[in-house]
Each structure stands twice: as C-alpha cells, then as structure tokens.
C-alpha cells in the first residue's frame, strides 16, 4: 500500500523551529513533486509548500516565505519541510503528499495522491 509516514511534529515556543519528515513507503519519490499542506481546526486545508520532482524548484505560501524550506533525499525517499521562527498561526495538523510537478506550484491539493497520516505541530507558550 502507498502511503507517506510523516514525522518530526510536536509542541514548541513562538520563534522556535521544527523539522518534519515524510517517509515514502512503498514507492519512490524519483519522478514526484512533493507538497506540504496543513489543516488548523475550524480552517480549510491549505498548500504550505512544494518540491519539484528533481528538487530543482521550490514553492511556498505567502505566510512561509522567508521561514521555511524543503529539501528532498530521493535515495531515503524522504522530504523534509524546516521551519523557523514558528508562530502560533502556524499550528496544524501537516500532511504531505505527491503529486505532478504541474501542480507542484499552484499549492493545490488537487493533483496529488498519495497522502500521509499528517503530524501535529503545536506552536504555543
């Protein structure tokens, strides 16, 4: 069965960091975008951020800009989101998933397939 595991979630500090992780299983990640999407209570879930397939090109949401980035390892089948300087909007539930690099910039959810279970990050005092 193909699914992602996604790790790395947890509680921290305003203006702190956190890495999350998404584990391939079943599959590989070579010819796939990869895109970070995220679900607070009450909220619709929205795009965070992609990468292309060949890692080559990077997209992020206004709000991410500046704090966050993506980087792949292809041969782990793994994709990591780094994310810094934290605020307390940025609690959600993440979730990663795979998809074609044309939605790739577009941080739509439609297009991508294969979804994980999604890891919580809590960013509070």
């Known amino acids: 069965q193909l699914h992602f595991v996604e790790s790395g979630g947890g509680l921290v500090q305003p203006g702190g960091s956190l890495r999350l992780s998404c584990a391939a299983s079943?599959?590989?990640?070579?010819?796939?975008?990869i895109g970070w999407f995220r679900q607070a209570p009450g909220k619709e879930r929205e795009g965070v951020s992609c990468?292309?397939?060949?890692?080559?090109?990077?997209y992020f949401t206004d709000s991410a800009k500046g704090r966050f980035t993506m980087s792949r390892d292809n041969a782990r089948a793994t994709v990591y989101l780094q994310m810094n300087s934290l605020k307390s909007d940025d609690t959600a539930v993440y979730y990663c998933?795979?998809?074609?690099?044309?939605?790739?910039?577009?941080?739509?959810?439609?297009?991508?397939?294969?979804w994980g279970q999604g890891t919580q990050v809590t960013v509070s005092s």
């Open positions: 998933a795979a998809g074609a690099d044309y939605y790739c910039s577009t941080l739509q959810d439609k297009g991508f397939d294969v």
């Open positions: 990468i292309s397939s060949s890692g080559g090109s990077t």
């Open positions: 079943g599959f590989t990640l070579d010819y796939l975008a």
